[in-house]
Structure formats: structure tokens, C-alpha cells
């Protein structure tokens, strides 16, 4: 009942704070009113000012002379030339001056029309100097005059303004009380329902009370009125750049709104369009139902997308963006028929972040580096994502020139009997571009794997820069890498499992999973559990490789990609993935270690963390493979290593000669060969295409 009571106050303050704003705006339009009145009564005084003025002046000439309100067109009816200089002074001078002079034509004109009996019967004129001061002074209060009704209309505008501005907020407050007593009733009828229910049903439903709460109260931005009985509508992000849009939704929408295996877009919500339903709540849901999808994949904000990497969306006929006004009829009339999914399209770079799964700013830099050098090398562990990096990137430099990504992106699979069929396929480039045809050339060469054509020197040769832009993925290799920057011109990016774009790539990926699954199924909490658990196991056996061996043989994300979304399948899966692949791996990998560098910390068996942490509900797992000190050899050698750890100058050439190793390709090929091949032992192992 205290947040009902809460609620109830919270409405009696709004309603209080509108009744004050009515008030407001009765008062504002009764003054508005009584300045009316007294602009009619000014606007009278200057009439009978006016008249007061024309019967000053009869006898005198003034009678024929034209009133104030057809100055202007008297004077645009005239020639330049002949009035330019009484144009420019005051109507009453002008006229007070042809009155008075001998020569002027009209006053001749008028004497010859009137005949002699008129002249006769007229009084005689006033004396100039009197009919001056007169005309002077009703002049003055009609400035006067004219200064204090142009204050009352400054006066009036800025009343208006604020009238239409206490309006709007009036408005806005009725919709916000509005939605406040809905939620107030809301909350009524969960707290109504609890009295007779049990104390544990209770608690349960006030958790629940409370998560449905933080549902209904604004953290961000106020939740759109939206009706939800209206037709129920996809959201959907396409996966893909703005200027392929188009051909995309005709190749697979069509005119009539209907999907053909459209497998390049991803749900992220569901939503209600009315008969009501305004286009700027629609904006309002849209930007909001992409913010909430992006805070659940990342929720550390490490993707920094937000509302502002929408470019535009479309639903059925209409395309609504930033920077234009609305379409003709309501968002209602183009949800019509079979159309049932909303399309959202995301800025160029903002879209390869959202498909990579990258941070912006990495994509940004990413796609400077090969618009600006032409030639990118990415280095890494096996499995660290380089291959499906190199692939998006390639495909996005295509988009931005306007090519289609599946004739302008070439990808060459290097192996250890390739070597010399790259140099004939860069060879043949090479010529194509000699000839200025580039129309039939790919703008975006991938070369994966290249650390596999020995030796590199020979294998590229003397590159032209003509060439395509050639984007290459090469394991964690320095000194190849060295070489390729100062020989061929490669600027190399490194892909390490500890630094971006790979450290938070498992997690991205798992819960953009989870999250399509419970788009349509509901909430997996249990499943959610283990997706979560297992980047948390990932970074466990990178530090543990990190303390027995070295950061060259780190494990890549790609190995838990494929975990299934079911309970018993996923435990069987982590079951065969941690018995014929790392297990081995690490025993094989400390022992290396172990013989390189000596024992460097107390020996901790890595199966311990899974035993602890175990996120399946029963019985901990039985048949997990351990991994001992004796597996990795330090019982035999405990006596050397303990002698080895009590003298500071051979721990101090360890570690010179581990930085040594580090940058040299000293066993980086088997390493990657023996965890690639260990992953093919296993039953119900996976992989993706991200390598």
C-alpha cells in the first residue's frame, strides 16, 4: 500500500500543479481580453484625432487632402522623381506645405473648378502660424498614441506566446497524469490481490510487484503511450549499411511487406501500433527498444551506441528519418495488410559495430586505418575473431563505394602449399590493374591465414599500389608482422583475448542469443546463468596460461560460441569441449611452460574453478578431466624449480628469455594446430565463423 499511497501523491501533486496552471492561463486570458478593450478605445482616440484634425484644416485645402491610411498609396501612386524629396518627410508637413503654396497646381486646379460664388462664401483662412502649432500638437499626441499602442500589440504577442506555451505544458501534464493514474490502478490491483495469499506467495509477489515497478517508473525517458491492441509489430535491426537497404527489402520484402528468409536482420522487440498511435511515439519506442537491446548485450556500454546511431526506419511504404517531417497518414495506415516487421537502419559505422559485435570506436579507427593505408594486417590468437573481422570490414569498405560486397570482396585462403598461387592470383591483379579497367577488379582482397605462406618476403614480392585494398589475418607473430609494415606498407592491429575487440566478444555474442531466444520463448533464467558463466571460464584459463606458459598461447572465444541453447545439451557439450579440447590443451601448454620458464607460481588445477562455479542445477559433474602438477611434470623437477625461485639473476633471465620468445614465431603454428586438432576430436563440438 506505501507505494499506491506514494503514487496517489504523486498524482495529487500534478493535479494540484494543473489546477494552478489553469488559473495561470484564466488570468493570462483575461488580461489578454482587457488588452483588446483598451487597444479598441486607443484605437477610437485616434480616430476622433483624426477627425479633430480634419476639421482644423477645412477652408484651408486640408479638406481635399487624403487621410492617413492612404498616405502610402498616394505616394507609391506618384513618380519618383517629383516627390522623392516629400516622401521623405512627414505626411502632415506635406500637406500643411501644398496647403500654403502659391504654385501648387492642385490648389490652382481646385480654385478654377469651384468658381467665384464657393470663394465668395468662404471664411477667410487661419493664420499660418496658429493652424502650425495646432496641427504640431495633434501630431504630437498622435506619436504619443501610435508609441502606446505599439507597446499594448509587443504586449499582446508575448501574452499570446505565453498562452500557447502554458498550453502545450497543460497538455503535457494531462497525458502525464494520465498515464499516472493508469499505473496508479495498476499498482491497485497488484496490491489488492495480495492479502489472501500465502507468506512465501506474498514475498514472491511483491518481488515481482517491485520488478514490474521498475518497469513503470521513467528512467530514462517517459514510457510512450502506445496502445496494446492494436497490431502487434517486429522491431528489427538490419545488419547491413544504409545504402544497401533498399535492394535488400526488395530482393526480400517485396512490395506487399511479407519476409522471404530474410536472415539479414535481428529482432530485438515487439510492439503495438493503434488507430492513435502518433509517429513520435513510435520514434519514442523504436529509440528506446534499441537502447534497452544494446545495454542488455553490452551492459558495461563498451559498444557506445545509443539512439543517435539510428539512421532511419521504415514500416511497409513509410521511411521515417531525423531530418524530415512525417509521412502523410498515421503510422496505423502503413501497417497494412501482411506488413509485420519495422526495419531499423543504423549509421554506416554504428551498423559494423552492431553486426561485429565491435566497440564504435574500434570500428572507427578499423575502417580509418584502411581507407587511409590500404593494406591491414590483423594479428592474434587462433580463434580470437580475426577472420570474421577482416570479412565485415571488407565488405563495409565495398558498401561505401557503392559496390556489391559478393563481386567487390575477394577472399584468398592461404595454406602451406599456396604459396605460389597467391603470388600468380596478385601477380594477375597486378596486371588488371595496369590496365585502368578496375570496374572488373574487387576493391577489398582477405587474405586469412597468411602467416602459412614461408616466407612472406617471397610469397608477396614487390606489391604495387594499384592493387585492391588487401586486408590479411596472420597468427600472433611480431616479427612477421614487423616485416610486413616496413617491406609491403601493412599497418597490423593486434587481437589479443585480454584487449577489445576480442575480450568482450564472447559474452556480446552469447547474450545476443539469449536474447532472441527469449524474444520468443520468454525468460531463460537458468540458461542465462550458463551463458553468463562461461566468458568467466574463458578468462579463468587465459590467466591460468597466462601464469604457467605464455600470452602466445591464449585461447580464443570461438571454442564456446557454439554452446547449445538447451540445458542437458549445453552440459553435455562443455563436458566434451573441456575433455578432448582444453584439457589437453592446458596440460600440454603448462608443460611447455613449465620447461621454457620454470615454475613461476603455485600450481593450482584449472578443473577446480569449474567444480566451484558449476552453474547446472544438481550433482556436480563426475566426469570432468582433472589436471594435476604431476600431469605437467613438477614433481620430478620440484628441487630445481624451488632452487630456481631463491636466485633473483636466473629469474631475471627468464624473463628475458620469455620477452625474447614473445616476439619471435617460436612455436605459434603448433600451438594453433594442436588446439584446432583437439577440437575435432570432440562429439558435439562447434564452430562458427568466428575465427
Given at each position: 500500500?506505501?507505494?499506491?499511497?506514494?503514487?496517489?501523491?504523486?498524482?495529487?501533486?500534478?493535479?494540484?500543479?494543473?489546477?494552478?496552471?489553469?488559473q495561470?492561463?484564466?488570468?493570462?486570458?483575461?488580461?489578454?481580453?482587457?488588452?483588446?478593450?483598451?487597444?479598441?478605445?486607443?484605437?477610437?482616440?485616434?480616430?476622433?484625432?483624426?477627425?479633430?484634425?480634419?476639421?482644423a484644416?477645412?477652408?484651408?485645402?486640408?479638406?481635399?487632402?487624403?487621410?492617413?491610411d492612404?498616405?502610402?498609396?498616394?505616394s507609391?501612386?506618384?513618380?519618383?522623381?517629383?516627390?522623392?524629396?516629400?516622401?521623405?518627410?512627414?505626411?502632415?508637413?506635406?500637406?500643411?506645405?501644398?496647403?500654403?503654396?502659391?504654385?501648387?497646381?492642385?490648389?490652382?486646379?481646385?480654385?478654377?473648378?469651384?468658381?467665384?460664388n464657393?470663394?465668395?462664401?468662404?471664411?477667410?483662412?487661419?493664420?499660418?502660424?496658429?493652424?502650425?502649432?495646432?496641427?504640431?500638437?495633434?501630431?504630437?499626441?498622435?506619436?504619443?498614441?501610435?508609441?502606446?499602442?505599439?507597446?499594448?500589440?509587443?504586449?499582446?504577442?508575448?501574452?499570446?506566446?505565453?498562452?500557447?506555451?502554458?498550453?502545450?505544458?497543460?497538455?503535457?501534464?494531462?497525458?502525464?497524469?494520465?498515464?499516472?493514474?493508469q499505473?496508479?490502478?495498476?499498482?491497485?490491483?497488484?496490491?489488492?490481490?495480495?492479502?489472501?495469499?500465502?507468506?512465501?506467495?506474498?514475498?514472491?509477489?511483491?518481488?515481482?510487484?517491485?520488478?514490474?515497478l521498475s518497469?513503470?517508473?521513467?528512467?530514462?525517458?517517459?514510457l510512450?503511450?502506445?496502445?496494446?491492441?492494436?497490431?502487434?509489430?517486429?522491431?528489427?535491426?538490419?545488419?547491413?549499411?544504409?545504402?544497401?537497404?533498399?535492394?535488400?527489402?526488395?530482393?526480400?520484402?517485396?512490395?506487399?511487406?511479407?519476409?522471404?528468409?530474410?536472415?539479414?536482420?535481428?529482432?530485438?522487440?515487439?510492439?503495438?501500433?493503434?488507430?492513435?498511435?502518433?509517429?513520435?511515439?513510435?520514434d519514442?519506442?523504436?529509440?528506446?527498444?534499441?537502447?534497452?537491446?544494446?545495454?542488455?548485450l553490452?551492459?558495461?556500454?563498451?559498444?557506445?551506441?545509443?539512439?543517435?546511431?539510428?539512421?532511419?526506419?521504415?514500416?511497409?511504404?513509410?521511411?521515417r528519418?531525423?531530418?524530415?517531417?512525417?509521412?502523410?497518414?498515421?503510422?496505423?495506415?502503413?501497417?497494412?495488410?501482411?506488413?509485420?516487421?519495422?526495419?531499423?537502419?543504423?549509421?554506416?559505422?554504428?551498423?559494423?559495430?552492431?553486426?561485429?559485435?565491435?566497440?564504435?570506436?574500434?570500428a572507427?579507427?578499423?575502417?580509418?586505418?584502411?581507407?587511409?593505408?590500404?593494406?591491414?594486417?590483423?594479428?592474434?590468437?587462433?580463434?580470437?575473431?580475426?577472420?570474421?573481422?577482416?570479412?565485415?570490414?571488407?565488405?563495409?569498405h565495398?558498401?561505401?563505394?557503392?559496390?556489391?560486397?559478393?563481386?567487390?570482396?575477394?577472399?584468398?585462403?592461404?595454406?602451406?602449399?599456396?604459396?605460389?598461387?597467391l603470388?600468380?592470383?596478385?601477380?594477375?591483379?597486378?596486371?588488371?590493374?595496369?590496365?585502368?579497367?578496375?570496374?572488373?577488379?574487387?576493391?577489398?582482397?582477405?587474405?586469412?591465414?597468411?602467416?602459412?605462406?614461408?616466407?612472406?618476403?617471397?610469397?608477396?614480392?614487390?606489391?604495387?599500389?594499384?592493387?585492391?585494398?588487401?586486408?590479411?589475418?596472420?597468427?600472433?607473430?611480431?616479427?612477421?608482422?614487423?616485416?610486413?609494415?616496413?617491406?609491403h606498407?601493412?599497418?597490423?592491429?593486434?587481437?589479443?583475448?585480454?584487449?577489445?575487440?576480442?575480450?568482450?566478444?564472447?559474452?556480446r555474442?552469447?547474450?545476443?542469443?539469449?536474447a532472441?531466444?527469449?524474444?520468443?520463448?520468454?525468460?531463460?533464467?537458468?540458461?542465462?546463468?550458463?551463458l553468463?558463466?562461461?566468458?568467466r571460464?574463458?578468462?579463468?584459463?587465459?590467466?591460468?596460461?597466462?601464469?604457467?606458459?605464455?600470452?602466445?598461447?591464449?585461447?580464443?572465444?570461438?571454442?564456446?560460441?557454439?554452446?547449445?541453447?538447451?540445458?542437458?545439451?549445453?552440459?553435455?557439450?562443455?563436458?566434451?569441449?573441456?575433455?578432448?579440447?582444453?584439457?589437453?590443451?592446458?596440460?600440454?601448454?603448462a608443460?611447455e611452460?613449465?620447461?621454457?620458464?620454470?615454475?613461476?607460481?603455485?600450481?593450482?588445477?584449472?578443473?577446480?574453478f569449474?567444480?566451484?562455479?558449476?552453474?547446472?542445477?544438481?550433482?556436480?559433474?563426475?566426469?570432468?578431466?582433472?589436471?594435476?602438477a604431476?600431469?605437467?611434470?613438477?614433481?620430478?623437477?620440484?628441487?630445481?624449480?624451488?632452487?630456481?625461485?631463491?636466485?633473483?639473476?636466473?629469474n631475471?633471465?627468464?624473463?628475458?628469455?620469455?620477452?625474447?620468445?614473445?616476439?619471435?614465431?617460436?612455436?605459434?603454428?603448433?600451438?594453433?594446430?594442436?588446439?584446432?586438432?583437439?577440437?575435432?576430436?570432440?562429439?558435439?563440438?562447434?564452430t562458427?565463423?568466428?575465427?
Open positions: 500500500m506505501d507505494v499506491a499511497s506514494r503514487f496517489a501523491h504523486v498524482v495529487s501533486a500534478f493535479e494540484q500543479s494543473l489546477t494552478s496552471m489553469t495561470r492561463l484564466q488570468h493570462l486570458t483575461a488580461t489578454s481580453e482587457k488588452k483588446e478593450t483598451e487597444l479598441q478605445e486607443l484605437r477610437q482616440a485616434m480616430d476622433a484625432l483624426r477627425a479633430q484634425s480634419l476639421q484644416g477645412i477652408g484651408t485645402g486640408l479638406a481635399r487632402q487624403p487621410s492617413s492612404s498616405v502610402s498609396s498616394l507609391s501612386a506618384c513618380s519618383l522623381e517629383k516627390h522623392d524629396k516629400k516622401k521623405k518627410k512627414g505626411w502632415l508637413r506635406s500637406s500643411f506645405t501644398k496647403a500654403f503654396s502659391r504654385n501648387a497646381k492642385v490648389t490652382k486646379v481646385q480654385c478654377q473648378n469651384e468658381g467665384e464657393e470663394r465668395t462664401h468662404s471664411p477667410p483662412p487661419p493664420a499660418p502660424t496658429d493652424a502650425g502649432q495646432e496641427v504640431a500638437e495633434l501630431q504630437k499626441q498622435l506619436r504619443e498614441k501610435d508609441l502606446v499602442l505599439t507597446d499594448i500589440r509587443l504586449e499582446a504577442l508575448s501574452s499570446a506566446h505565453q498562452l500557447e506555451s502554458l498550453k502545450d505544458t497543460v497538455m503535457k501534464m494531462r497525458s502525464e497524469m494520465l498515464s499516472l493514474k499505473n496508479n490502478e495498476r499498482l491497485q490491483r497488484m496490491v489488492s490481490g495480495t492479502p489472501n495469499l500465502p507468506t512465501d506467495l506474498t514475498d514472491t509477489r511483491s518481488t515481482s510487484s517491485m520488478d514490474a518497469d513503470l517508473i521513467p528512467t530514462e525517458e517517459p510512450p503511450d502506445v496502445e496494446t491492441d492494436g497490431k502487434r509489430i517486429a522491431i528489427s535491426v538490419y545488419l547491413g549499411q544504409p545504402q544497401s537497404f533498399e535492394k535488400y527489402y526488395i530482393e526480400h520484402y517485396g512490395y506487399d511487406g511479407i519476409g522471404d528468409n530474410a536472415t539479414t536482420e535481428i529482432s530485438i522487440a515487439h510492439t503495438s501500433i493503434g488507430a492513435t498511435t502518433s509517429w513520435g511515439q513510435l519514442n519506442v523504436v529509440r528506446r527498444a534499441f537502447k534497452q537491446y544494446v545495454a542488455r553490452d551492459p558495461g556500454g563498451g559498444l557506445g551506441l545509443g539512439s543517435d546511431a539510428i539512421a532511419s526506419y521504415k514500416l511497409g511504404e513509410a521511411e528519418k531525423p531530418d524530415s517531417g512525417p509521412p502523410d497518414l498515421l503510422p496505423v495506415g502503413y501497417a497494412v495488410g501482411r506488413v509485420t516487421t519495422l526495419h531499423v537502419v543504423l549509421q554506416p559505422v554504428a551498423a559494423l559495430a552492431f553486426e561485429a559485435l565491435i566497440p564504435k570506436s574500434v572507427q579507427r578499423l575502417v580509418s586505418l584502411l581507407a587511409e593505408h590500404r593494406r591491414l594486417l590483423l594479428c592474434g590468437a587462433p580463434g580470437t575473431g580475426k577472420t570474421h573481422l577482416a570479412t565485415r570490414l571488407a565488405e563495409f565495398a558498401q561505401s563505394l557503392g559496390r556489391d560486397p559478393a563481386e567487390a570482396v575477394a577472399t584468398f585462403n592461404v595454406d602451406n602449399k599456396s604459396g605460389k598461387e603470388r600468380q592470383y596478385l601477380s594477375h591483379l597486378s596486371e588488371q590493374a595496369a590496365t585502368g579497367d578496375n570496374s572488373v577488379l574487387p576493391c577489398v582482397v582477405v587474405l586469412d591465414n597468411l602467416h602459412k605462406a614461408r616466407p612472406l618476403a617471397d610469397t608477396l614480392g614487390s606489391l604495387p599500389r594499384n592493387l585492391p585494398c588487401l586486408l590479411g589475418t596472420m597468427a600472433q607473430s611480431a616479427c612477421s608482422a614487423t616485416d610486413l609494415q616496413l617491406h606498407g601493412f599497418r597490423w592491429v593486434l587481437v589479443a583475448p585480454h584487449m577489445e575487440p576480442a575480450r568482450g566478444l564472447l559474452g555474442v552469447l547474450r545476443r542469443r539469449l532472441t531466444l527469449e524474444l520468443e520463448q520468454g525468460p531463460q533464467p537458468e540458461l542465462a546463468a550458463i553468463g558463466w562461461l566468458p571460464v574463458w578468462q579463468h584459463l587465459n590467466a591460468f596460461l597466462d601464469t604457467h606458459s605464455s600470452g602466445d598461447v591464449a585461447i580464443g572465444p570461438r571454442l564456446f560460441l557454439s554452446c547449445p541453447l538447451e540445458l542437458d545439451a549445453a552440459r553435455a557439450w562443455f563436458a566434451d569441449v573441456w575433455n578432448y579440447s582444453l584439457a589437453p590443451y592446458l596440460r600440454e601448454a608443460r611452460g613449465l620447461q621454457l620458464y620454470g615454475r613461476r607460481a603455485p600450481w593450482t588445477d584449472p578443473t577446480q569449474i567444480l566451484d562455479t558449476y552453474p547446472w542445477p544438481g550433482a556436480p559433474p563426475q566426469g570432468l578431466t582433472t589436471i594435476s604431476k600431469d605437467v611434470g613438477l614433481e620430478t623437477g620440484q628441487a630445481a624449480q624451488a632452487d630456481n625461485e631463491g636466485d633473483p639473476l636466473l631475471m633471465l627468464m624473463r628475458l628469455q620469455e620477452a625474447a620468445n614473445y616476439s619471435s614465431p617460436h612455436s605459434n603454428d603448433s600451438d594453433c594446430n594442436s588446439l584446432d586438432s583437439n577440437i575435432t576430436h570432440g562429439s558435439n563440438v562447434g562458427e565463423s568466428v575465427s
